[in-house]
């Protein structure tokens, strides 16, 4: 035994494993955070990419020193600088430091000056490194293994939770129906989301423009149109999760953008959220035609938030970090041929979101010829949001007119993309009403209103359009500032005689801070639903 852990020893300080553990750790950890998310294919060539890169400065190493020791000390920091770039980047950000330390100038002169320093005392030590070596391979064999708890955590975690926003289900434990419905007297039901598209009313104030034309519509169609209706958050993810849910996120979910696990879990609450298991308890077909959720089945495209997943180690990078924040810059450099190139990317930019919008508005029309089963139709368009790409007839502006756009001209470009929601909105109330059965309710809505900073200060962010059309055209239970969370308990209510209590109108804003689960709240086990907080 004595012989064994002597051969353990002398391998641990003549042997860099830690070149191959530092990557390990970095995937490993990378993945639990988030857990049940990435595939084992997305898994495993990333750490061939990481791999790949370490051998490469390795390399470089070697030709600089001519010593394999060395070589992998200087390896070892300089992947170590590399990786934990953004990790430190988001650190400063968040603590008090001066602005100054903030700036890449700053950052990327300190990251030059420590790779100097290093090689410079690499190169003049006269070390065997050996203590290193033993001190580096402990630690990370270490921290390896400290990551097997955590995914076990996250293993039960998912396996409770199932990796949503919002598990609780308050709304289907609460939903007892006082009589039964049968298939025959249930409606469809068309949700119509269009993102970011506000009331007319905070048009008319914020923009001083005037989009009354589609009020005047719906109401001749029959709509309900609450004219001072305003959203319970000013983020899609936390929206919509919520309106599916018909409840507020649980008091340990912190309203935050800059988390990328609120959108991998509030995604994944808009496919399964009280709403839908409500109707596949009622016998609906339900069908769910957006690229937000990772994971959509009827969703032919890639997602909204996809740069989330490919991007998930590589923006913890410095190169990651270097190319989100100050690539961009490149667009500005006045060359023929970055011109050309801007072109080219702007060009298919529009593209892709025409093809995606298409796609949405086709798949919702073909529902129209199901027969059958009720059904539910879930349908969310990317417009009015940004990127502007549409005049308001829906064509793709040239790419030339769309690279002179700026903030100053973003209210014009909106109410462009405004008006063409509109046209598209009057196409697609006309066309279910005239194709699929009578007993149909359509329900169309913005996820939240037009969203600026200055919309955030004056009100209007939160100012969304929300219309309902009922068959019987009888809109007592609806009133004049409902938000979304209300929105389906009232229709479960109605015609589901679902005994829903509506809860308070709130709207929450959602911050730029980074943590999503508020660490002092108790996260309360599934089985024990709370009561709705009026």
Avoid at 4 to 20: C, D, H, T, V, Y
Avoid at 45 to 61: H, K, M, P
Wanted: proline letters at 4%.
């Amino acid at each position: 035994m004595k012989v064994f852990f002597q051969k353990i020893n002398r391998g641990l300080r003549e042997n860099a494993f830690f070149l191959l553990l530092l990557p390990l750790f970095f995937i490993y950890s990378g993945y639990n955070e988030l857990f049940g998310f990435l595939s084992a294919g997305f898994i495993l060539t990333n750490l061939f990419l990481l791999l790949l890169a370490v051998a490469f400065i390795y390399l470089i190493s070697i030709l600089i020193f001519r010593n394999k020791t060395k070589s992998s000390v200087f390896t070892f920091f300089v992947t170590l600088l590399f990786l934990v770039f953004g990790y430190l980047q988001d650190v400063i950000k968040s603590s008090v430091l001066p602005s100054f330390f903030n700036k890449y100038s700053f950052q990327l002169s300190a990251v030059l000056i420590i790779l100097i320093i290093l090689l410079i005392y690499i190169k003049k030590s006269r070390s065997n490194f050996r203590e290193l070596f033993n001190f580096l391979n402990l630690l990370f064999i270490i921290l390896l293994l400290s990551e097997i708890p955590n995914s076990v955590k996250r293993y039960r975690l998912d396996k409770s939770v199932h990796n949503l926003i919002d598990f609780r289900f308050n709304a289907l434990n609460e939903y007892q129906p006082s009589v039964s419905v049968p298939d025959s007297s249930k409606p469809d039901i068309y949700f119509l989301v269009f993102d970011a598209m506000g009331s007319t009313k905070s048009i008319q104030n914020g923009l001083n423009k005037d989009n009354s034309q589609l009020d005047t519509f719906l109401q001749g169609k029959g709509f309900y149109v609450a004219a001072n209706a305003h959203s319970n958050y000013n983020w899609t993810i936390h929206s919509v999760s919520t309106t599916l849910n018909m409840d507020y996120l649980p008091s340990w979910i912190a309203p935050v953008m800059n988390d990328p696990k609120v959108y991998f879990w509030g995604s994944s609450s808009i496919l399964d959220n009280s709403l839908i298991q409500i109707l596949k308890k009622e016998g609906y077909q339900t069908h769910s035609f957006q690229q937000i959720s990772f994971g959509n089945k009827e969703w032919p495209g890639k997602t909204y938030f996809n740069y989330l997943k490919a991007y998930h180690y590589s923006f913890k990078t410095l190169p990651g970090r270097i190319y989100r924040d100050i690539f961009w810059n490149y667009l500005k450099i006045n060359t023929e041929f970055i011109r050309k190139q801007q072109i080219i990317s702007i060009t298919e930019r529009g593209k892709e979101k025409k093809d995606y919008f298409d796609t949405t508005k086709y798949l919702i029309k073909q529902t129209c010829s199901l027969e059958g089963k009720p059904k539910f139709v879930y349908g969310h368009f990317m417009v009015p949001h940004e990127p502007y790409v549409f005049d308001s007839t829906g064509n793709i502006k040239p790419a030339e007119q769309m690279l002179k756009e700026n903030t100053k001209t973003s209210d014009d470009a909106y109410y462009e993309h405004l008006v063409f929601a509109r046209k598209t909105i009057e196409e697609l109330v006309t066309y279910i009403q005239l194709h699929n059965k009578k007993n149909t309710i359509i329900i169309v809505e913005g996820d939240h209103g037009y969203r600026t900073e200055k919309g955030n200060k004056a009100g209007y962010t939160f100012q969304n359009f929300n219309s309902f059309y009922f068959p019987d055209l009888k809109y007592d239970l609806l009133y004049d500032s409902i938000t979304p969370v209300n929105s389906f308990r009232i229709v479960i209510n109605k015609y589901f005689k679902g005994n829903l209590p509506l809860l308070k109108d709130s709207s929450i804003l959602v911050t730029t801070q980074k943590e999503t689960i508020r660490k002092s709240e108790k996260i309360l086990p599934t089985h024990t639903p709370s009561t709705p907080n009026q």
